[in-house]
């Protein structure tokens, strides 16, 4: 077991982590160069896009070190993403240690911090590496002061390093072993195995990454959910090298995964624990967590006969995303959808996007929401997350809404602007740090009014520079109204949104004026009002088209007039017949864009 | 066991009429806005030689249409006035030796200005030609100018002198909603045309087609589409008050002055297509055929020089039908009578019923037990209406 290291790396996206790993599995040969696609434990088209890991992946590594023994190292690769805090949490956990990976020029990132401070709460050792050395623009005594100044470890010696050019490679793998301490667990005590992440594969089922504290676990060996109390017969063992390797048994210490013959996800949750029936455990090792979505929308197919085949595409999705919930939804205007939970913006963009992509489904997408609890007169307490089914105002009490504590990290030459728009979003502030260049901010703020477009405007106000973590707080008291938005005199019941009283009516004004520039001029005059109950706050028109002809038709002209109104006739069909307007699917976003200019 | 083959036929219980386009490819210059067949004679062209060339494509055409009259000629290009006298008589014979032309048939020429002499317009109509169609487009100067015409406002004038001099039936092709066209232009554009006494005016809305100069580099000024729509009716008044039939969607003419070729484009008629990328329909029992001859002058020769012209021939499904027919009977104001449907697609009316309600409630049609017309919202929203009948495949 002493030469056991597990680590994973904790990084901004775009900071290299990835490239990093890739250059471990080089180093230790656990892939030749023609199975080295870049970036091996990025598998989604998505995540290689976007650079961003979503699923937690693992390779076990083969390392001669300088001292001339050979180590076993786990990488396992962590989600990084505020979306996703939870599951980092879990492979953290799953560690020893942790590589701190920073851009030497960009400096440290709020999310970095966020996980760091995880880190450190759960006991794990954080070794620091200032990656993209060779850029001239890098600059490694500023940013090593920088991780001292705001995580509080020490950074002086830290390993400088490029991913990309392959410098420092060996240095980091060496301070790996020195630096972090090997695990520690008795393979002789009754079986605790952590689940990392879990997966759906079409032949085996469902594949758990799971670390094991303590005990040993083979083959035939019947297993135990801790928090579900579900029993499986294992039926594999094995490691990632990253190819899939199968092992006699996983045992204290060892990262690798485990098929049980399981056909659904959701019964082998991320953060569970694993013992065995005929040895249980006493107790679950801490920090399991039931996932809930904390952001909500309306997924509907343009087509509406595409209902079927958009049910089918969330199922598929869902067999490799428990997070991911949905629930058939009706709505007036846009026919037949569902309802979908997400983790945060980020995930519910991923859904959307694997969705357009990967099943080729058109989709119109409504305003992200939050959940709102509300206090009915008759002492009812229900959960609202479609605002369009906020109960008549005059049955209810009071409506609560979420509270998130939100860290913002940014450049003190932007600190000015962004508390101006923390302050618009109804901050309120905790804390503010100076730590070296960087100021920390601590704001409360309605969750709500970060779903809608706070990332994008934080971006833009800091020129990127600010990096934002949040986690929910509570439920408060709020005094919000319900924003319908009339079309031709129609509530459109996709495009209600919950605001709060103060903002309502700029709001409205806002999203009809936003919408008059999305509808496209069409044979009659389209009157766009906002509405809070029946009191009309804006009204906005769209005017008739004049005309709508091909001025000259011949003889030989009919395949090519043809061709034209077919793609004309393709353009509307993009669109969404709401009564006897056409709405194209970016007027339902509408909302996101409120304030751009 | 007998086993019964049932073959489709198309229920064409009688051929329509039949007309003869004849086209010339050659341009002094391709105007920017031009999506036609036409090229830049640059290295001149041999008239009589393709004029020949004609004759031969029109007698390798023949069996298709065998026995049936010819009741309108329409020479198109390109500028077809860039023919010598002696090439239009020996085509218009030619045609004549050829198919039989009904009695008083429509042959119509188009000209254009900076091509105008008065001789060779007197031998075009000694030659057999009725009709004129004078491509004026504007009488500003500097319209002119940006539209990349070779004439100036006073050759247009000379070519309309000319041209109602010898001919009694003009048509004159203006274009509103030019690069920096102003309403007042556009009417003024209108009363100078009207001034000189043609019976037929076009007046096209300019169209940015693909493939083109100005698709590829917009030209400035362009009205925006109100503005356009406003020229439109403003024109539309005009024309009213000056005695014109606005009888299709750009067609304006005094009572019996209609463009009886156009016409038969536009009731569904069939016609042959000979010339440089000439387009043909013909209708026979087995169904409906769409040809395409080459477009590139030197490739269209070649090919016949080898036997056969046509690039392209299709067979018209029986699923496109109803768009084709409507594509072209409701361009007309006057619509259309609901037998002449089943007569040119050989189709039942329950084919378009639904599509023809759907219409109605959407106040783009009018209709009668016998007839179907277009409104005016019709009208000025047609392609809203057109697509209704183009089915998804």
Known sequence: ?597 | MTQVVFTPHTGLTQLPPLSLYVHFPWCVRKCPYCDFNSHEARAGFDDLAYVAALLRDLELALPAVWGRAVHTVFIGGGTPSLMSPAAMEMLLDGIRARVRLAPAAEITMEANPGTFEAEKFKAFRAAGVNRLSVGIQSFDDEALRRLGRIHDSRQAHVALDIALHHFDNVNLDLMYALPQQTLALALDDLSQGLAHGVTHLSAYHLTIEPNTLFSRYEPAGLPDEDRAADMQEALEARLAEAGFMHYETSAFARPERQCQHNLNYWRFGDYLGIGAGAHAKISSAEGIVREMRHKQPTAYLQALAAGDAVQTRQRVARSALPFEFMMNLLRLTEGFELALFAERTGLSLAAIQRELAQAESRGLIERSPTHVRPTLHGQRFLNDLLTLFLKDD
């Not at chain 1, 989604?44 to 023994?69: F, V």
């Not at chain 1, 190292?73 to 979306?83: A, E, F, R, W, Y």
């Not at chain 1, 850029?135 to 470890?153: H, T």
């Open chain 1, 1 to 597: 077991m002493k030469h056991i290291r597990n680590f994973s790396i904790i990084a901004h996206i775009d900071h290299g982590k990835s490239t990093l790993a890739d250059r471990f599995i080089q180093y230790c040969g656990g892939l030749d160069a023609r199975e080295m696609s870049a970036q091996v434990l990025d598998s989604m088209d998505i995540e290689k896009e976007r650079g961003i890991t979503i699923k937690a992946q693992t390779a076990a590594l083969q390392y001669r070190a300088r001292d001339g023994e050979v180590y076993h190292l786990n990488l396992i690769d962590t989600p990084g993403h505020v979306d996703f805090s939870y599951e980092v949490s879990r492979s953290l956990s799953a560690c020893e240690g942790a590589l701190l990976v920073v851009d030497a020029s960009q400096g440290v990132e709020a999310q970095t911090v966020a996980n760091c401070y995880t880190a450190i709460e759960l006991g794990v050792e954080v070794v620091p590496v200032l990656n993209k050395i060779d850029l001239p623009s890098a600059e490694p005594e500023r940013v090593s002061q920088e991780i001292e100044d705001i995580i509080g470890i020490e950074a002086v010696d830290a390993v400088r390093a490029s991913a990309k050019s392959g410098i420092g490679i060996e240095d980091i793998l060496e301070t790996v072993v020195s630096k972090i301490p090997a695990p520690v667990g008795d393979p002789d005590a009754p079986l605790k195995a952590l689940i990392i992440d879990s997966w759906f594969d079409n032949y085996v089922g469902v594949v758990m990454l799971v670390r094991v504290v303590d005990g040993t676990l083979r083959p035939k060996d019947k297993i135990k959910f801790m928090a579900t109390g579900a029993e499986h017969l294992c039926e594999q063992v094995g490691v990632f090298t990253p190819k899939s390797v199968q092992r006699d048994s996983l045992s204290a210490g060892q990262v690798g995964f485990i098929i049980a013959g399981i056909k659904e996800l959701k019964s082998a949750k991320v953060g569970d624990t694993i013992t065995l029936v005929s040895k249980p455990a006493v107790a679950a090792l801490p920090g399991f967590k039931e996932v809930k979505p904390q952001v909500f929308a309306g997924l509907y197919p343009v087509e509406s006969h595409d209902y079927d085949s958009l049910r089918d595409a969330l199922e598929k999705l869902q067999l490799n995303d428990a997070s991911l919930q949905f629930e058939p939804e009706v709505s007036q205007a846009l026919g037949f959808g569902f309802r979908c939970g997400f983790l945060g913006l980020l995930h519910l963009e991923i859904v959307q996007e694997r969705l357009e992509r990967e099943f080729d489904m058109d989709l119109i997408t409504t305003a992200p929401t939050v959940v709102y609890q509300v206090l009915m007169k008759d002492g009812e307490l229900i959960e609202v997350e479609n605002p369009s089914r906020l109960p008549d105002l005059s049955k209810i009490d009071e409506i609560r809404e979420p509270i998130i504590t939100s860290t913002i990290l940014v450049p003190q030459d932007y600190v000015g602007a962004v508390m101006t728009l923390c302050n618009q979003k109804r901050g309120v502030q905790r804390n503010m740090q100076y730590m070296g260049r960087q100021v920390m901010l601590t704001y409360e703020m309605p969750m709500n009014e970060v779903v809608m477009d706070f990332f994008d405007k934080l971006k833009s106000t800091s020129r990127g520079y600010a990096s934002l973590d949040y986690e929910f707080k509570e439920f408060q008291t709020a005094d919000l109204v319900k924003l319908d938005i009339l079309v031709n005199s129609e509530k459109v019941d996709a495009l209600s949104l919950i605001v709060h009283r103060a903002t309502s009516v700029y709001r409205g004004r806002e999203l009809a004026a936003k919408m008059r520039e999305l509808i496209p001029r069409q044979m009659f005059d389209i009157a766009i009002q906002a509405a809070i109950g029946s009191h009309i706050i804006a009204r906005e028109t769209v005017k008739a088209l004049r005309k709508n002809v091909l001025a000259k038709c011949y003889g030989g002209d009919i395949t090519r007039k043809k061709k034209l109104l077919e793609k004309q006739k393709a353009g509307k069909k993009r669109m969404k017949q709401v009564g006897n307007v056409e709405i194209p699917q970016a007027a339902f976003l509408a909302i996101l864009q409120v304030g751009d200019k």
